[in-house]
């Protein structure tokens, strides 16, 4: 077992704990030891023998230079709260609402060119002609009465919101950190001879670890304390935006970008909702922008004979690991922080020579929602095994190169059995890339495309951790394909008109009527349906979960509701009677617990088989239609049993045998067979000890486990 | 007390059954004796000095008539279920699906010219170059592969729908009764000379009683005994289509309508939904027409010295007693079924000469949904309470003329405790009447409007009975009001934007997204919304329901949001915290159990008073709006504790002293004060005896009520 207890390890370390670091970096066999937002190294630790990552955040820590170049600092669209105008004239204050430490007003004349004020009631904009702004307000003329109007403005971002995150939860006290726009030319070149500098300055550093690069995900903040944050979205292109941006677009692109394609009614374009062709346009413009200037930084990097890493959380707008300039930056490694399988597959997938995984908690003394962890009332050792659970099974499907921690190490000072589970965790995650390296686990030969709107470029994640999307079905279904042996791909709706379906066994399509993952005016193309129908006619199959195809205007409230089986009545079914609803003999282990259904689910006729109903609505269905089968999925939530119902599923869907991967007789218990290694690698993710017999094509071993026990078994 | 024994009162006679039927009439104090549907009267009946009611549905039993001239029947569009193409050509048989012993395929030329072959796919009709029919087929070529069709098609009406029910669900075994189109110019001559025969031959007749008039409500049976009914609703106008009707016009409207003005993608046009331009114009020129041929009928039966009373129900399509034709019928009397408050009042506010109530339950062994009621395991008894309860409350508000039963007598035959709970109900009837005819209960000076799409012409019901609509939000509602000491009128949106609000205090919404009660795309209106947001802001109450001025399209999902100070998220507000649900006391009984949540539901901002939620969900909110006030509820099921919630929350609104009508200090009990007969009427809604106390003006008046009791106190 001992080559399996050192290597592959990252280990935060923290001055003034210089014993306690070396110390841990034994205990977990680490390799290479870091620094952390808040902390930092000592000489001791950094010549201590390990390499060393040095955590940047590029665009923080320039507060002089931002207050000496106040517009070089970053920008957003803002929209007011609409206000009621009781007679023809009105006075609109923009930033009313919104927190005063975070916006200022861009009342700048290149900005002012942009902003708009809207009549929200009659839906349009009101000419420039009949407004003006002045000290902080806007004055509109020839109002209609008891219309609502809004203003639309560009305001300056004048705390970083990570940082303003960490003030306003962790009570920090220290000066607000500001942030600079690398499309300003001067903070461009300030930025890069900073970097050239710091390189210059910290030769023992091995690794830039970059906390992603330019524009953090969007959190917006408001003044009411009773709803502190009024917009969040880990995936949202708004804090990219500066009239300097919107001119270059324009001339690039020949039409100009307007508040509205941002404000979009107050409700911004987040990530849930289908983009707009302006959305995309601006997207694909800022990440090339991005990566252009990732490109300048990764070259000063390893001119410096450094490595650049990247952090992909935070800032990392723009440089998405799945967008098609993501590889041309030449980053040398990626760092995903994981709660969950499908972060793991995120990060394994990326096309980087080095993945690497963070693994949570964060050593800090709070963590999700502001709870204990390793504060009085924490604990860390249940939070770091309950995601180890949700990480084990990805590991097991598709290997990372290295795990890590972050935080402030200290905090592990007392917490033996937190320290003795890492420790674990590192040997068990040694031992499956050592098996993934002899060859790769046994696979079904069963491809499954996730369908939606944003296809490879938001593979595996929608925005976010689980936990910030778990109002969203589709995230319930790619944690359990996390880890299940078949292959998964993400595709977009104009992928499938170009024959994105040719190698695809089962299509699953799961959201909520109108977002992004269920797909929205997309399937009112009729090319859309009728290739989707030929594919599952011809023998594919197809999976819906939730509002799948939802959109309205058809003759079905589902566009694919005749492949289905199962139609939604928005209102539209008034006085049709419903086909009854019977539960058939399932043909596979049902999980019953993790199903649920959608509001006004009805069955399209009586072909249509019941597994699972709840108060009558169905929860679980089956159709045959042509030579295919479809299934519907009323909810889903992930669990270990609800990986397994979906494993099942597919197997039938495909008529495939399972055992060619290995089949756990125990719904709660999974396996990996590695062919080459001749070994078979068995996961009990139940709270309790049990005997597990597994099936494979020519024999059953049965093994008993303790409790979230995994046990690696050679033939 | 020997006063309210007599009069006002329809017994139901039965021939075989004289002596019962004397005794039942004296017992009941019956003045009137009827026929029903199945039953006859005896001579000695007839001869028993008692006025007499003929039963007569107009349309019906002419089978001899109908076998001659089949092209008399009625008729209805249909669509097939939808056909996928997988080549070019397709065949379909449109009939399939559909009950054989109802429909036959019109496939006359005048009637193939109106039929048509849809993709539904792409939602476009195909060519009639496409298609051609022959011997119940369609074939249509130039299919696009995986596109679905349908084929709207008109049908023959052969089996008359009230007859084909009671054959299927009761096992009549009789001659299916066929049923003629008055539009058919032979058709219509015989019906007057039947009905100028008819009234010859029975000259003992006093009243002839209409089982309503032409057009039986839709009705449409499939082949599938496990969806026997496919489509049902009690308001729909598709009953009364044919070539000839669609030429009529085409001619005096100058454009022509087609299939798809009814089918509507397979999905009818429901009264529930908002009707079309189109439907409007269609079902003003079928009220137009059935007055006009309604005035015909009864100028023969007053030419025979005989009064034409009405019954609202069956074959009633197109003269609705709201409608604008109705009065210029000239019934002498409108007869309504009840088992609600709102049906009551529907038939006491109706503009003809007497108003008279037909109570529930029928005489019939089964009742509502099978269920026994004269049958073994029936509780004739409690069901006439149940309904009673509902009645007297909105009796007590407005009166009617009579009241009287249905059906078979002889079934009353040892069940005494109903003739006797009947017999109780006569008397208070009659006590109230007489009460009303001193002088009208005092009533609160508040005017309350409901607002929906169909405006006065739906006045109190939405289609049927409260047991077939009860899945509406708005039916609670207006059962509610029905009992309650306002003034209610029923408006549309066109109303509202004409002024309509002028003389109203508290306008009402209630409904689902996209149906007719709420509106749908009449929120699109600026001018409808901003006349409401005028009308509170200036000082009166809006209350909203379920999904109130839910239309797409605008910056909030409720089109009144801001003034409801709630909206729905249906997906928009993704990333978008919402405002935090916390509890306020509230200022009014709030009636828990009767209220619920519509999904999706959030608070605008921190002003909005929330009354009571569930599961984090408002289900009753408060919000100030200028200088008026706006409720919100987001589920609300009838109870005689919600429609007193709903009092106080009318008296809370518009700051209204309640004890002017009368209030009484116990939620489920009610009262009414009745000043010129110094008379307080006091219900116990509940099932057990209480002490209630009754505030009025310048008094408290105390008494004790035994379960369900109402009482008269003589001041």
Same mark, same amino acid.
């Given at each position: 077992m001992d080559e399996y207890r050192t290597g592959a390890f990252t280990l935060p370390g923290e001055a003034g704990y210089e014993e306690l670091t070396l110390q841990m970096a034994k205990k977990w066999g680490a390799d290479v030891i870091r620094d952390s937002d808040g902390t930092k190294l000592s000489p001791e630790i950094v010549e201590a023998g390990y390499k060393i990552y040095s955590t940047i955040?590029?665009? +923080?820590?320039h507060n002089a230079f931002a207050a000496a170049h106040p517009d070089a600092q970053q920008q957003t669209f803002l929209s007011s709260d609409p206000c009621l105008a009781v007679a023809d004239a009105l006075t609109i204050a923009?930033?009313?609402?919104?927190?005063d430490e975070q916006f200022q007003l861009n009342d700048s004349p290149d900005a002012l060119a942009f902003w708009q004020v809207w009549d929200r009631t009659e839906n349009k904009p009101v000419p420039a002609d009949q407004w003006t702004y002045e000290k902080g307000a806007v004055s509109v003329r020839g109002c209609v009465p008891y219309h609502r109007y809004t203003v639309s403005f560009l305001a300056w971002r004048v705390w970083e919101e990570i940082n303003m995150y960490n003030h306003t939860t962790n009570h920090w006290s220290s000066e607000h950190l500001r942030q600079l726009d690398p499309r300003h030319p001067l903070a461009w070149e300030y930025l890069k001879q900073w970097l050239k500098d710091w390189c210059r300055d910290n030769p023992?550093?091995?690794?830039? +670890?970059?906390?992603?690069?330019f524009y953090n995900f969007v959190w917006i903040f408001g003044s009411d304390l009773r709803r502190r944050t009024r917009f969040v979205d880990w995936?949202?292109?708004?804090?990219?935006?500066s009239p300097a941006a919107l001119r270059a677009f324009e001339k690039e692109y020949g039409y100009t970008l307007t508040a509205e394609d941002f404000i979009n009614k107050g409700k911004f374009q987040a990530t849930h909702r289908p983009p707009t062709a302006h959305k995309r346009d601006y997207m694909d413009f800022i990440q090339r922008f991005v990566a252009e200037k990732g490109r300048e930084l990764v070259k000063i990097i390893h001119d410096a004979g450094k490595q650049a890493y990247v952090f992909y959380d935070d800032s990392w707008v723009g440089m998405e690991p799945y967008g098609q300039y993501f590889a041309s930056i030449g980053f040398d490694g990626l760092i995903k922080c994981v709660f969950s399988g499908f972060e793991c597959r995120l990060c394994a997938g990326a096309e980087v020579p080095v993945h690497e995984l963070r693994f949570h908690p964060y050593l800090f003394p709070v963590g999700l929602g502001g709870l204990p962890t390793f504060a009085a009332g924490g604990h860390p050792e249940k939070d770091a095994v309950a995601y180890w659970l949700h990480v084990r099974r990805a590991l097991a499907r598709q290997p990372v190169d290295r795990i890590g921690l972050g935080g402030y190490l200290h905090l592990t000072i007392g917490q033996d059995k937190f320290n003795d589970a890492i420790e674990e965790m590192g040997i068990a995650f040694r031992r499956l890339k050592a098996l993934h390296a002899c060859g790769a686990p046994a696979a079904l030969p069963i491809t499954v495309a996730v369908l939606h709107a944003w296809g490879a470029l938001r593979s595996w994640t929608l925005s976010g951790h689980f936990h910030e999307t778990d109002g969203n079905i589709l995230i319930h279904i790619n944690e359990a394909l996390s880890g299940l042996p078949v292959k998964v791909k993400f595709v977009s709706f104009e992928d499938v008109k170009n024959g994105a379906l040719a190698d695809v066994d089962v299509l699953v399509n799961a959201g909520r009527a109108g977002d992004a993952w269920s797909g929205g005016d997309a399937w009112k193309d009729p090319a859309l349906v009728s290739e989707i129908t030929r594919f599952v006619c011809e023998g594919g199959s197809l999976i819906g979960a939730g509002e799948p195809s939802a959109v309205p205007?058809?003759?079905?409230?589902?566009?694919l509701a005749h492949v289905f089986g199962v139609d939604q009545d928005d209102g539209a079914y008034a006085c049709h009677q419903p086909w009854p609803v019977e539960r058939s003999e399932a043909p596979f282990f049902v999980a019953e617990q993790a199903l649920g259904v959608t509001p006004g689910v009805r069955l399209t006729g009586p072909d249509t088989k019941v597994l699972c109903e709840k108060n009558g609505v169905p929860a679980l269905t089956l159709h045959p239609f042509g030579k295919g089968r479809a299934a519907y999925f009323g909810g889903f939530a992930y669990s270990p049993e609800a990986a397994r119902m979906l494993l099942e599923l597919l197997l039938y869907l495909t008529g495939t045998d399972g055992r060619a991967a290995g089949l756990t007789d125990t719904p709660a218990a999974e396996c990996a067979w590695f062919p080459e290694s001749h070994t078979l690698v068995v996961m009990n993710d139940q709270d309790a000890p049990g005997d597990i017999n597994v099936n494979l094509p020519e024999k059953t071993l049965r093994v008993h486990l303790a409790a979230n026990e995994m046990v690696f078994l050679n033939d």
């Open positions: 955040c590029i665009i +923080r820590e923009p930033l009313d609402g919104y927190f023992d550093t091995n690794v830039v +670890r970059l906390t992603s690069l995936a949202s292109y708004d804090f990219t935006v205007g058809g003759d079905t409230r589902f566009a």
